[in-house]
């Protein structure tokens, strides 16, 4: 027999569905139907769950899987993730190679996903075989954000040219550098000379700059953003002192003779 709770938590979270909202906090949902007790709607919640209608993803926020994800039992995180870091009260950005897909970049799919946030860190979620990262930063550069539509609304990304210098910054973390330049090689097509503004050069290690604009230059073959890069560092007065293109590998009896002041210590592939 199916009890009342069940009918009721199941058609409120038909009508969050038909809003567009593919996610919940169990406050929410003890708000709207304040008939019923804690128990009762954590049981509800449970049989849902063992039906797989709803999966909680962290502690009392779940999310509603449709027909259409059932086979996988969970969603495209594009589709909960802004509702979910404004759930936990955090400034975000998706970033690396699952911005890149957003800017054209289908070189590489992402098996992992990066939301870079503020502090305390935040452990990294594993659920159903989708893995969310995510990387505490000291401040979410809002200026250097854009806003992406989905089906659930918007969500926010790291715009083109963030999206190359963290890919740099953090390319340990995507597979190593050959992967960072492959996709690198992509973006370049959509970063424009002007976006090399005061905010990204504050918000960005020099060091990833550095090596940004050498690849840039070298492997990129782009004299136009490699120099417009160059020009912005020299303006605000930034010092280029000498730093390997390969961060722990070994740098003696490697050159460094590029106006970057980049120890080239590791030899770039691409496909191209």
């Not at 502090?119 to 401040?139: A, D, E, M, Q, W």
Request: glycine letters at 6%.
């Amino acid at each position: 027999m199916v009890e009342t709770s069940d009918i009721s938590v199941a058609d409120w979270l038909d009508r969050v569905l038909a809003a567009g909202r593919y996610s919940f906090s169990k406050e929410a949902l003890q708000s709207e139907l304040p008939e019923y007790s804690d128990i009762a709607v954590k049981r509800a919640l449970n049989r849902l769950s063992i039906k797989g209608k709803v999966l909680s993803i962290s502690k009392g926020y779940y999310l509603i899987i449709p027909p259409q994800y059932a086979s996988n039992g969970i969603l495209p995180p594009h589709l909960y993730l802004d509702a979910f870091m404004k759930y936990l009260d955090r400034p975000y950005y998706l970033g690396l190679l699952n911005a890149a897909v957003f800017f054209g970049s289908a070189h590489q799919k992402p098996q992992e996903y990066y939301v870079f946030t503020s502090f305390p860190v935040l452990r990294p979620t594993k659920k159903k075989g989708t893995k969310i990262n995510y990387v505490s930063i000291k401040g979410i550069p809002e200026k250097l954000l854009k806003k992406q539509k989905t089906e659930a609304g918007y969500l926010q990304i790291s715009n083109e040219v963030l999206t190359a210098c963290d890919l740099i910054q953090y390319e340990k973390r995507i597979g190593g550098i050959n992967r960072a330049v492959a996709v690198l090689l992509e973006l370049t097509e959509v970063i424009r000379v002007e976006s090399f503004t005061p905010e990204l050069l504050q918000h960005t290690h020099v060091t990833a700059l550095q090596r940004l604009g050498y690849l840039l230059e070298e492997v990129c073959q782009n004299k136009l953003l490699s120099n417009a890069l160059y020009e912005a560092l020299q303006k605000q007065g930034r010092q280029l002192f000498r730093i390997p293109l390969k961060p722990g590998k070994r740098t003696k009896g490697y050159s460094s003779a590029n106006r970057w002041n980049v120890i080239v210590n590791v030899q770039i592939e691409t496909d191209e």
